[in-house]
T-cell receptor
Framework: GENVEQHPSTLSVQEGDSAVIKCTYS??????FPWYKQELGKRPQLIID?????GEKKDQRIAVTLNKTAKHFSLHITETQPEDSAVYFC??????????FGDGTTLTVKP | EAQVTQNPRYLITVTGKKLTVTCSQN?????MSWYRQDPGLGLRQIYY???????DKGDVPEGYKVSRKEKRNFPLILESPSPNQTSLYFC???????????FGAGTRLSVL
């Protein structure tokens, strides 16, 4: 089955700096890669996703890049703010229902 | 308001006592899924459903059952709960498997 590894498990940055979280996946048939943000005590919420026919996608301060050959994808957050502090999860899916998540990255943005 | 509703939000039970966690969505979504979340292990998929009467196992299905008799409902059944099923459970739904998943608020289950 699919295996998703996410790094780092914790990340601390100064406000205004950039943050990068990386995920690798094992199933070359995976073609959908969402990223979720989970604030403390809340439910996960999608922040950005990318499909395998696209190499990069950007939404304001958030971007995701995908390297299908190397089977890895990354989340980039620029100009970080304290409200970006949360746990971030990557996931990989074939689109046929099964979805595998990474173990999460706890991002702390220091004011 | 578009939402995924889980009940109950909190549940304490004892080993072996059958329980059901309900999940309902009002967005006419075809895809629904159950996850459990444990510290350091992220979200692990238990079961998913692509449509009515179509369900399949995720990565950790042992000890769980589901049913999808109606499009809006996807209950999670623990026939004989054990302490290792103590966890935070999330239900999610989406238009399809490659669309945004909307999560319920979660059900915190403790099995004593």
């Amino acid at each position: 089955g699919e295996n998703v590894e996410q790094h780092p498990s914790t990340l601390s940055v100064q406000e205004g700096d950039s943050a990068v979280i990386k995920c690798t996946y094992s199933d070359s048939a995976s073609n959908y890669f969402p990223w979720y943000k989970q604030e403390l005590g809340k439910r996960p919420q999608l922040i950005i996703d990318i499909r395998s026919n696209v190499g990069e996608k950007k939404d304001q301060r958030i971007a995701v890049t995908l390297n299908k050959t190397a089977k890895h994808f990354s989340l980039h957050i620029t100009e970080t703010q304290p409200e970006d502090s949360a746990v971030y999860f990557c996931a990989a899916s074939r689109g046929a229902g099964k979805s595998t998540f990474g173990d999460g990255t706890t991002l702390t943005v220091k004011p | 308001e578009a939402q995924v509703t889980q009940n109950p939000r909190y549940l304490i039970t004892v080993t072996g006592k059958k329980l059901t966690v309900t999940c309902s969505q009002n967005m006419n979504h075809e895809y629904m899924s159950w996850y459990r979340q444990d510290p350091g292990l992220g979200l692990r998929q238990i079961y998913y459903s692509m449509n009515v009467e179509v369900t399949d196992k995720g990565d950790v299905p042992e000890g769980y059952k589901v049913s999808r008799k109606e499009k809006r409902n996807f209950p999670l059944i623990l026939e004989s709960p054990s302490p290792n099923q103590t966890s935070l459970y999330f239900c999610a739904s989406s238009l399809g498997a490659k669309n945004i998943q909307y999560f319920g608020a979660g059900t915190r289950l403790s099995v004593l």
